[in-house]
């Protein structure tokens, strides 16, 4: 993440932006005990954002010194702190994964509003939450959906639900792995049988770690919903790669997401914020412009005295003539 966030320090510096960077070690765990020493600093006291802090005796000391003191304060990671309901000064970069599938079910319901939507049940079903909701809100907007089971075979039961002339989408219960090849199997003997009509695929952010199914992906045509995601095609994905590479004489790791892509679209972020509006960057918030390499920005403010959680979301979209395209559905 630090590497990262060098690499967007190098690049607002070749941009002509006029920056000073402090890095400060803070401890681990729950021994905050050089966090208290530090933030008695001078140093400290005359900075205009702080970005860090990974667990909640960490996050909590720095909010109410960013409260104190009206400094801006970055929290990178966490997803669940409660610092943010009540410190004007914080942005949470992580989105809160209840408020990603809420925007997902009003985004779905847009774009499929005229589609034959059926949801593929299985016993793991770890995506209760998101389908419970999901059907909550087709019900709301008087939007018919037919449900069937994995358990049994799909080729005879689901056939009789598909519809020629509309886009099939199949929703499965499960993000899990074996649960999509197993559904990929099915859909491909009813394909077989049935080329002429359309069916898509809809799942979720852990699809894009399944590298093995992407050429599945496209025979289908199939979104994801995501707060994040590479684009390893991307012209400024692969710049980004050679240029970490070139620094620091290895590759990026390979872990979704992806920590330099992460420390590096955070940094680009807000040191325009800064740079462009300054220390009160928060009301203009919303014309703060980027093409972020991973992590899609759209920050919100959580109540009338909190701070600001992003919001953000990507529909992935795997076409048939394989390529992809993502788009930004966070308004």
Not at 8 to 16: D, F, I, L, R, T
Not at 26 to 32: A, E, L, R, Y
Not at 287 to 304: I, T
């Amino acid at each position: 993440y630090y590497e990262g966030f060098l690499l967007a320090v190098e690049a607002m510096k070749n941009s002509g932006v006029n920056l000073e960077l402090y890095v400060f070690e803070i401890g681990k765990g729950d021994n905050t005990s050089k966090l208290e020493s530090l933030l008695e600093t001078m140093e400290m006291r005359s900075l205009h954002l702080i970005i860090g802090g990974v667990n909640d005796a960490q996050i909590r000391l720095i909010s109410d010194f960013s409260k104190a003191h009206n400094i801006k304060y970055v929290v990178p990671f966490s997803q669940s702190n409660s610092e943010v309901l009540n410190n004007g000064n914080i942005f949470q970069v992580n989105p809160i994964g209840s408020a990603t599938q809420t925007k997902a079910s009003s985004t779905f319901i847009n774009i499929f509003r005229n589609a034959n939507i059926i949801f593929v049940t299985e016993d793991q079903n770890n995506k209760k939450e998101f389908i419970s909701e999901l059907q909550h809100n087709l019900q709301g907007n008087q939007i018919k959906f037919e449900t069937l089971s994995l358990n049994g075979t799909l080729d005879g039961t689901i056939k009789q639900l598909l519809k020629q002339g509309k886009e099939n989408v199949i929703i499965p219960s499960s993000a899990d792995s074996n649960t999509l090849k197993q559904l990929i199997t099915e859909l491909k003997e009813v394909k077989e049988t049935d080329s002429t009509t359309t069916i898509r695929l809809f799942g979720y952010p852990e699809w894009q770690t399944y590298s093995d199914q992407i050429d599945d992906y496209h025979l289908f045509g199939t979104y994801i919903f995501t707060p994040f995601f590479i684009n390893k095609s991307d012209s400024n994905t692969d710049a980004f790669a050679r240029n970490f590479n070139k620094w620091y004489g290895r590759n990026l790791m390979d872990t979704h997401p992806s920590y330099g892509m992460w420390g590096y679209d955070t940094g680009i972020f807000f040191m325009t914020a800064l740079s462009r509006y300054g220390t009160r960057f928060e009301k203009e918030i919303q014309k703060v412009r980027m093409n972020p390499l991973q992590f899609v920005f759209h920050f919100e403010r959580m109540n009338n005295w909190g701070g600001f959680v992003n919001n953000g979301l990507y529909f992935i979209y795997y076409d048939t003539n394989g390529r992809i395209s993502k788009t930004d559905r966070s308004q």
